[in-house]
């Protein structure tokens, strides 16, 4: 199949996202008269053209997705394309914004129309789900190597920064953290066991490989916070990022660390706290705020059915980790490309 028409064939999609009153995309009908950013026009050009008003700033994530670091290759083609999408979509989560479109560009060694079929039907259904266009992209021959680039929007007093936090500011995450990192291990067991999972263990590879990253809590919390990221390469490391821009420090506590039941069931509690604090691939939101936030922040969750923990809080110097008040010793490190011994 010739390039171009792989690309007519799976990955041009119509959208209809006009149940969104708010919606900016180049299929809502109200696009033409909306003074928010737009998507002018996307596949058909040598570029995407973005319609951008004065009062907002883009903001753009790239990641590169490749077999057998970020993802298994006989993984179903329709869970490698939402945690692709995912991915990306969670990195404007961590800047505030509202996403506009992305592109997709896919290495393949050889055209399967099969995965091709549920590589397509997921990006797609993940698109719709996250309410994000495709616009363009590439595709050529080679290894399995995916790369998205997303494009989103913030109203320029509104964005979550890394070198935001306050000593004093409270520190917290969304969702269940561990779960990911212990899927992981999990796959490596099930493949010489061949173990059927357990519905504790399925709700662990739920959330590795399909993860929902809080997007529109993330917009609203703009309000009450100016300082956030994704939680992507393990909560320690990531905060570490903005305890190192904002240059502050950070006390953690490890029994405040948000554990789902499935993860204790299959870890342990020990374990479990291990991989909430170094797992990585969450991709939920780690953030700080003023304490005088926290009943509005606890709010904004309660609306939008977001989980939230308060875990720490901002310091003067240094990260100390502890446990019922005493230091916690970390037996995981957090997921390092090139250095990495996990």
Partial sequence: ????????????FEYDFSDDSKDTSANSPSAKSSK?????????????????????????STDTLVDGVHFFSNLQPELIAHKALAANV???????????????????????????QGFSAGIKSASEAFKIPLVGG???????????TAYGTVKKDRLLERNKAQ?????????????????????????VNKEALSASEQALWDALTKP???????????????????????LAADLGHILKKSRCGATLNVESLPVSDALETVAGTEQARQYALNGGDD?????????????????LAARQGVKISRIGSITDNGLKVLLHGKP???????????????
């Fill in 1 to 12: 199949m010739a390039e171009f028409d792989l690309i007519e064939r799976y990955f041009t």
């Fill in 212 to 234: 929902e990253p809080p997007l529109k809590f993330a917009r609203k919390l703009t309000k009450f916070s100016s300082c956030g990221l994704d939680i992507s390469d393990g």
């Fill in 167 to 191: 000593f004093g500011d409270d520190i917290w995450v969304t969702g269940n953290l561990g779960e990911a990192a212990a899927a992981l291990d999990l796959h490596q067991k099930t493949l």
């Fill in 36 to 60: 928010k950013p737009r998507v002018v026009k996307g596949i058909g050009d040598d570029c995407a053209i973005f319609e951008i008003p004065n009062k907002y700033q883009l903001v753009i």
């Fill in 328 to 342: 916690f010793k970390s037996e995981r490190r957090s997921w390092q490309h090139f250095n990495n011994d996990n």
């Fill in 90 to 116: 969670s990195d404007l989560a961590a800047m505030g914004a509202r996403p506009l479109a992305f592109t997709l560009s896919i290495s393949l060694p050889d055209v399967s129309m099969e995965w091709l």
């Fill in 283 to 299: 991709y939920q939101l780690c953030f700080t705020a003023p304490q005088s936030n926290r009943d509005k922040i606890n709010k």
């Fill in 138 to 148: 590439d595709t050529t021959q080679g290894p399995l190597n995916i790369n998205i």
